[in-house]
């Protein structure tokens, strides 16, 4: 049986959402391509969503256009004002298990980290959250990846696998941290969750979206004796937020998974249109991403994982301001 965890009182946290505080580095739109690269001001109503688009052959589809995708709120087509790709910078939260069943990996995990840490970008920032059978958050957002790396070569295996506790608490710190860039949860584990902490599935997940994070998911070969089972489906909560499973085959392939799985990460679409209101009614809006027509049909001829929704931010919670500068990126699902 997996251990029980007794229930916690949370700090409430302000959700804020992509359309309630968008303080994102978006330059010119699609529609200004080719012309004078001039600033634009995004105000608090644009919602941007990040999509990989993927053949049934599981290729990427690269130079799509504004007018190749259809984006639907609430079902609802939207007009698409922005698209852009590996523009904006990465926030990304390394979530990651130092279970006893992860321990063989965890020399070589400090090469691939290493190694993979490297090909971030100078803008992009990362930030460290290990767990076990608690949740041991090392290091806050940083552009100082050198840190980041000296950190997990630190790491010690712990007993217990707590992954709903590991996902929900870098979600809520993403709700902490400026929206000025994408957002992503990477979660590295054998996906054996053993501690139960009573969040759910749903909220996990809902907690991702009011974060306005992607969660994807380095799934290792973990070394767990016979008869232990994860009491989540890591695979389904992945799935929900958007994001994408990639699976390390082999022990000495970790390090060129892992940069597999970032590579996938800045293959991501970032797709852009305006929302009509200040959005403030605390609830989620459905968001749908699909092609054109002539791409053929969604599900059998491409597929595009997408975040299914996102969050509007509590009336009186809205932050209304809006940033200028000079630069933009792009998420694909």
Request: glycine fraction near 6%; hydrophobic fraction near 40%.
């Amino acid at each position: 049986m997996p251990a029980i965890r007794q229930p916690r009182k949370w700090l409430t946290c302000v959700a804020l959402t992509a359309v309630s505080t968008m303080c994102l580095m978006i330059g010119a739109s699609t529609r200004a391509q080719g012309q004078s690269q001039k600033p634009i001001r995004v105000g608090v109503n644009m919602v941007l969503v990040d999509a990989t688009v993927r053949n049934k052959d599981w290729q990427v589809l690269s130079n799509l256009k504004t007018e190749d995708f259809i984006v639907r709120e609430d079902g609802v087509d939207q007009k698409i004002e922005y698209l852009s790709r590996d523009q904006l910078p990465l926030s990304v939260v390394l979530v990651l298990d130092v279970s006893v069943s992860i321990e063989p990996f965890l020399e070589i995990l400090n090469y691939a980290a290493a190694t993979t840490l490297s090909t971030f970008k100078p803008e992009d920032e990362v930030a460290l959250s290990p767990f076990a059978f608690d949740v041991d958050f090392r290091v806050p957002l940083t552009k100082d990846k050198t840190k980041i790396a000296r950190e997990i070569a630190s790491l010690k295996a712990g007993e217990g696998t707590d992954i709903r506790d590991g996902l929900f608490e870098a979600a809520k710190y993403l709700m902490t941290a400026e929206r000025k860039s994408r957002r992503v949860i990477i979660l590295i584990s054998d996906d054996v969750s053993t501690v139960h902490s009573n969040h759910e599935i749903g909220e996990i997940v809902g907690e991702i979206l009011e974060a306005d994070a992607s969660l994807y998911n380095l799934k290792i070969p973990g070394n767990n004796p016979e008869g232990v089972y994860s009491d989540l489906d890591v695979g389904e909560v992945v799935k929900r937020a958007g994001g994408e499973v990639v699976e390390v085959k082999a022990r000495d392939s970790l390090a060129s998974t892992f940069e597999e799985l970032i590579q996938r990460v800045r293959t991501r679409y970032t797709v852009g249109y305006y929302r009509s209101g200040i959005c403030a009614d605390d609830k989620e809006h459905k968001l749908d991403v699909s092609l054109a027509p002539s791409f053929g049909s969604k599900g059998d001829d491409y597929i595009v994982p997408s975040r299914s929704g996102y969050y509007c931010a509590p009336k009186g919670q809205v932050d209304g301001g809006s940033v200028e500068t000079g630069s933009s990126r792009a998420d694909t699902h």
